[in-house]
């Protein structure tokens, strides 16, 4: 076959330059960064590295990590939900309050059917405003501040306590060959959404909804339903962070969710998934996730108040931001 | 045009006197002067922080950090002012206002990062400064200049008031009328043409950014002198409403489009909705409920009303 | 007297020797052509002489003078101003405005408005147009939008104006405006370099051309003593003996599609015709006459009022282009790299995307399958590339137009609709996208095709209807066609 006179063919590739072009800088970054992260972690106390201390870190950032993945749909697609604060709220709080009525499972499918509709309440607005990225920010913005103000004006402002029968219960606090629930929960869901994102046509779909809306469009692809579900299936992960952390913290608090969304777009960027949308994958927002929890386990070590821990955070996410916009533009030069 | 066409294009116009007259149904305490003047008064620090809005939003940015930035400069007043004395104290929080917005806008313009995202992550990084310096308690002050300012009349006239107007005036007449102001709606418009023609883009990101952390410390500091004493907590909702007002008030976030006259109506609506609800003693979950119903509404509009548009012109 | 001489000119990327020891000598008050390929060194040569980059080597004279630029606005200033493709001007501020942007008159506080609008005025009326300044730019014609960005330019002063393929957007009338424009400017002194595919612009309005090929300068001459085939020859670096090709001709079958009276509200009226299996059916008409509003209805990427479609005997809504494909109708839209592509993906997934259905094995993707079918649809339309993991973006144009066509090819499209297909697109490779179309009505398949050269629309076309103001004017058969008797009908 005829080569064509194309950039990359008159480039003498050195070995070098060939092996940057495969290993991204997006893969490589975030996992030197966790690795840094362990070694200062280990350095700061002798705990750290004990089976306690992982697990403990593990199960705390679970929550995060069932947003982060559905968030990680939401942002291959090139959109974004802002609503997940406001929806982690309601869920906690929907769930304790039905549970008197309908039991611990019937609330939880209430609570699940409302994420359906939370999500396809976001993908409708913006399908039949024709919105794009910043519409999709500014109206989960503004739906997100909805689901919170729902979530105080069902509890009156108030935290409700649950009832602790089992199966509650074991959302938070069980576990399954002796792994924590949490933790489960985030694996096994990890895994559905990694192999779907991967291998069906569906995550293909994704992809290319995101890395050009337009294109996709005018092949056919339903861009409109694959975003809306995106927000779907981040509505539901999110619900059941609500549920595992009224059962962790034996309490629904109407404000359970207020900074979530912070920590999740963290996880994601850090992670390495481009806001750009139309590239990142269900790995890489693990290890934002990871880093997330080391980072807040290094910041207590460290003995930094909450306040310093969300002024960290604002940091560390423009850090993320700015090594991601640079490796965009590497990559577009490389291209 | 028809009658329809130009009622159409006065719609803010007309929604906004709509609200005058369904509120002073809705409730007898409306319309007397008291209620009048203290509906001004609370408007007025959002006011100047939605007059400094409009050049953000003009120049297709945004700027989420604004209620953090206010909380924070009245932190700061407090703190420094048994060191510096009230006088110095106000000057040097309004500096601070400079130092934050260049910083801000230095992300956002030379590091080319979202301003979305940018400005979500300084509200945090500032609420949380503001509670660690404050321990996360309100501090008093009370100081004679201060209240005379923020609480003092000037013709009977309550002086934050009066800034208001002075700043509405200035903020229009420099927008409609000099080489800096053509300038933003220049870049707001088309990035990349106002960049040919030699306008330095960078700088007017920068200083766009500059003018809303300035007047996020301005509203900071007459909040505090209204109040009596700095806050951390205060705030949370300040963006939502500023940026709501601005495009509620028909400026487009698409950059390029709008004026301060449309914005004062678009504040003066809120404003109008959110004493009214005051006055019927409405719970203040559910005036977030209805600031957020609100946002996604207007927005939404605006986007739909944007695509319309789009689709006509494409051809 | 020469205005302008280049002397050395060379520009090299990595891995790229864009301008290789260019030599250019342009006289004042002359339009001066510049032709070549794509890749030839155009756009680059251009981009020097504007000031958007510094050449590695070499020395421009300008007025006489050696010259650096060290910006755009440098080059500017000297007086050498290149009014691009994608016009340069802020859509929602005036004409006067934009004219002058960053450089409005008054002090700091308070802009003269009366003298910027009085200046305006003179600048357009040199353009010979009579625009009120205070018109605000979104609302003008694409036509009278150029004219202002050559008014701006002539506000700067300009001694030398480029034009990048200034006529790409428009047609007939406006293309004549465009040219009085600038008859008018080289009376005054202006010297213009006019960039453009189109031979018969070159023909017309320019005094002298130079050739391009392969970051070189093949050749300059004087229009009037050169001939097609010598800047056909010049441009390719090889005989061609018709710059189009005869089409074989081809038994039609029966209608397989009918549109009727297909209105969209200021755009298209009552808009008939038929298409028969095998055909190619050739839409011309001027700039906004309503052509790709036409294809895009059909498809279904944009929504219609009036109107009917049969398609295959059978009446069909058309509401997203989904449904279209899944009919078996496709549209190889005008803007390939934004609208028919994913460049940043690899051929392989380009390939597959409007067809994900046939690589699905019970929601999971058979990788296996879309390999093999990339591989076939490269052979099958001789797109060059190493691999079918090669990124779009890497493509030629015409290679990548290529890609389009075969994406809808996978998608087992029986009618395709081609929007410009040759657009950007130079001459060596277009023989090979009219190969393509050639093999497509071979093997079966309809075309409905648009283009803005007429010439070339001539030449394939079976039929051609002429479009103007959103109605079909009339229709003519291939063999009868000319480009006069369509600028007659498209200008009623």
Request: charged share 15%; aromatic share 8%; hydrophobic share 50%.
């Amino acid at each position: 076959m005829e080569t064509v006179e194309t950039v990359a063919e008159k480039r003498n590739e050195t070995f070098l330059q060939r092996v940057r072009t495969k290993v991204d800088l997006g893969d490589v970054g975030p996992i030197l960064g966790l690795i840094i992260l362990i070694i200062i972690g280990s350095f700061l106390s002798p705990v750290f590295l004990t089976k306690g201390n992982l697990f403990n870190i593990l199960t705390q950032i679970s929550v995060l990590g069932l947003g982060a993945i559905g968030m990680t749909y939401v942002v291959i697609g090139r959109f974004f939900d802002l609503s997940v604060a406001g929806m982690l709220s309601l869920a906690a709080v929907l769930i304790v309050g039905l549970q008197p009525y309908v039991g611990t499972i019937g609330a939880i499918f209430a609570v699940i059917l409302v994420a359906l509709a939370v999500g396809l309440l976001n993908g409708t607005i913006l399908q039949f405003i024709k919105g794009d990225f910043g519409a999709s920010i500014m109206i989960t913005f503004g739906t997100g501040t909805i689901l919170a103000s729902l979530a105080l004006l069902y509890t009156g402002g108030f935290t409700l306590k649950p009832e602790l029968d089992p199966v509650f219960s074991w959302f938070g606090n069980g576990s399954l060959f002796s792994i924590p629930a949490p933790i489960i929960l985030l694996i096994f869901f990890s895994i559905i959404l990694h192999v779907v994102l991967k291998y069906t046509t569906f995550g293909r779909a994704i992809y290319l909804t995101g890395a050009n809306h337009e294109a996709a469009r005018l092949s056919g692809i339903p861009i409109h339903r694959i975003r809306t579900i995106t927000f779907m299936i981040v509505a539901v992960l999110v619900s059941i962070g609500g549920l595992i952390n009224s059962s962790q913290t034996l309490n629904a608090s109407p404000v359970a969710g207020v900074g979530f969304e912070l920590d999740v777009i963290a996880a994601v960027a850090i992670g390495g998934t481009s806001l750009q949308g139309g590239a990142g994958n269900i790995t890489r927002t693990l290890i934002g996730v990871l880093i997330i929890g080391v980072l807040n386990n290094v910041f207590v070590l460290i003995g930094l108040s909450n306040y310093d821990q969300m002024m960290a955070k604002g940091l560390i996410i423009i850090a993320a931001l700015l090594l991601d916009r640079r490796n965009e533009s590497n990559l577009i030069r490389k291209g | 045009m028809t009658i329809v066409k130009k009622l159409y294009s006065q719609k803010v116009l007309i929604i906004l006197i709509g609200m005058v007259i369904f509120a002073s149904i809705s409730s007898p305490n409306f319309l007397n002067l008291q209620n009048l003047t203290f509906l001004v008064t609370q408007l007025s620090i959002f006011g100047i922080m939605a007059l400094a809005m409009t050049y953000v939003v003009l120049n297709k940015e945004f700027d989420l950090s604004i209620g953090a930035v206010m909380a924070f400069s009245g932190i700061f007043m407090v703190k420094i002012m048994p060191h510096t004395g009230m006088i110095l104290a106000i000057v040097l929080t309004l500096v601070l206002g400079v130092v934050i917005g260049f910083i801000t806008g230095f992300l956002i313009a030379y590091l080319g990062l979202n301003s979305f995202v940018v400005t979500l992550c300084a509200m945090f990084f500032y609420n949380g400064l503001a509670l660690s310096v404050s321990d996360g308690r309100p501090a008093s002050a009370l100081d004679p200049v201060l209240t005379y300012i923020s609480s003092g009349t000037f013709l009977g006239i309550p002086n934050p008031i009066i800034v208001l107007i002075i700043l509405t005036a200035g903020a229009d007449y420099i927008l409609r009328k000099t080489k800096f102001g053509r300038n933003i709606y220049a870049v707001g418009g088309d990035e990349q043409v106002a960049r040919l023609t030699g306008i330095s883009v960078k700088f007017y990101k920068i200083i766009v950014f500059v003018i809303s952390s300035v007047a996020a410390s301005l509203g900071g500091i007459l909040l505090t002198g209204m109040l009596n004493s700095a806050s951390p907590f205060v705030g949370s909702d300040a963006a939502l409403t500023v940026i709501s007002a601005v495009v509620i008030g028909g400026t487009s976030l698409a950059g390029g489009e709008g004026s301060i006259p449309k914005t004062i109506m678009g504040l003066f609506i809120l404003g109008i909705l959110d004493n009214l609800l005051g006055l019927l003693n409405v719970h203040s979950f559910y005036q977030t409920f209805i600031l957020g119903a609100l946002l996604v509404f207007v927005i939404g509009w605006d986007f739909y009303a944007r695509s319309k548009k789009q689709v006509l012109a494409a051809h | 007297m020469s205005i302008l001489e280049m002397k050395g000119i060379s520009k090299s990327f990595p891995g790229v020797k864009a301008l290789q020891g260019i030599e250019l000598e342009v006289r004042k008050g002359e339009v001066h052509g510049l032709l070549g390929a794509n890749g030839a060194g155009k756009s680059t040569l251009m981009k020097v002489l504007s000031g958007v980059i510094q050449p590695d080597e070499g020395e421009i004279s300008f007025k006489n003078e050696k010259v650096k630029f060290s910006s755009p606005l440098d080059a500017q200033q000297k007086g050498i101003v290149i009014i691009h493709q994608e016009l340069s001007l802020v859509p929602m501020l005036s004409v006067a405005e934009n004219i002058f942007l960053g450089r409005l008159f008054g002090s700091k506080y308070n802009v003269n408005w009366k003298e910027v609008h009085e200046k305006a005025k003179y600048y357009l009326k040199q353009v010979g147009t009579d625009i009120n300044p205070s018109t605000i730019v979104r609302d003008l014609s694409v036509a009278q939008m150029q004219q202002v960005e050559i008014a701006k330019a002539l506000s700067f002063n300009a001694d030398l104006i480029i034009m990048d393929e200034p006529s790409a957007v428009l047609s007939g009338a406006e293309l004549n405006q465009l040219f009085e424009t600038i008859e008018t400017l080289t009376e005054k002194g202006v010297t213009v370099i006019y960039i453009s595919h189109r031979l018969e612009e070159i023909d017309r309005i320019c005094d002298r051309l130079t050739i391009m090929r392969d970051g070189k300068v093949v050749e300059t001459r004087i229009v009037k003593e050169t001939s097609r085939e010598e800047i056909i020859k010049g441009i390719v670096g090889r005989d061609m003996d018709e710059e189009y090709p005869t089409m074989e001709v081809i038994e039609h079958g029966e209608e397989i599609l009918s549109v009727q009276n297909l209105s969209l509200k200021g755009k298209l009226r009552n808009v008939s015709f038929q298409l028969k299996k095998g055909e190619i059916l050739g839409i011309a008409g001027l700039v906004g006459a309503g052509r790709t509003e036409i294809a895009r209805c059909i498809f279904g990427a944009d929504k219609f009022d009036k109107g009917e479609i049969v398609y295959k005997g059978n009446k069909i809504k058309v509401s997203n282009p989904r449904k279209a494909i899944e009919l078996g109708i496709a549209l190889v839209p005008e803007d390939r790299k934004e609208h028919g592509l994913i460049t940043k993906f690899s051929l392989n997934r380009n390939f597959t995307m409007a067809a994900l259905k046939k690589i699905n094995r019970f929601g999971f993707l058979h990788r296996f399958k879309e390999n093999e079918a990339s591989k076939s649809l490269i052979q099958t339309l001789k797109i060059k590339t190493p691999s079918i993991h090669q990124l779009a973006l890497n493509l030629s144009g015409g290679n990548q137009q290529k890609v389009v066509v075969a994406k809808y090819l996978f998608s087992d499209a029986d009618i395709l609709i081609l929007d410009e297909p040759t657009r950007g697109v130079d001459v060596g490779a277009r023989r090979e996208i009219y190969t393509v179309i050639q093999d497509l009505v071979k093997n079966g398949k309809s075309v409905l095709l648009i283009s803005s050269d007429w010439p070339e629309l001539i030449a394939l076309s079976d039929r051609i209807v002429v479009l103007h103001e959103g109605r079909i004017k009339g229709e003519l058969a291939g063999s009868e066609a000319s480009p006069e008797k369509i600028l007659q009908q498209a200008l009623v």
